[in-house]
């Protein structure tokens, strides 16, 4: 038998469900395909990088800003928590990916383990295991 049951894609010579749209099969696995990265993320390979975090300015005078300690600093962007004398990015990641720390990976699902293929191609016929071409008399 060299073909697979209705609803099944063959793949490496087994049968497996189709990964949904807009996910890349390989093997037992569907990984969601990352061609860009919305803003603010950077995409890289893949995979979305964060925004960096990034050190808090000084400010000449107390008028807008925040003290810490003996000093005063400039509030962090939109986008972006005052930690101490550090601005953290708030955002997690896009839709469906997986926060790694510095960076987001593609999100991916089991599609489970590949079945043989059970059908035989048109013009034939399945006995014992084996597929035959069929009679014609």
Request: proline fraction near 9%; aromatic fraction near 14%; include cysteine.
């Amino acid at each position: 038998p060299t073909e697979c049951p209705d609803g099944m894609v063959k793949e490496d010579g087994l049968c497996y469900t189709p990964c949904a749209d807009g996910y890349s099969s390989f093997l037992t696995t569907c990984t969601q395909i990352v061609n860009s990265c919305p803003s603010p993320w950077t995409y890289s390979l893949g995979n979305c990088l964060k925004p960096l975090d990034y050190p808090r300015s000084l400010c000449s005078s107390s008028r807008g800003c925040q003290r810490i300690g003996w000093f005063y600093y400039k509030y962090c962007t939109s986008g972006y928590d005052e930690d101490g004398t550090w601005c953290r990015f708030e955002g997690g990641c896009p839709s469906g990916m997986i926060d790694m720390g510095l960076y987001c990976a593609p999100g991916s699902y089991s599609r489970g383990i590949g079945v043989h293929p059970t059908g035989c191609p048109a013009g034939q016929e399945y006995d014992a295991g084996l597929c035959y071409p069929e009679c014609t008399w």
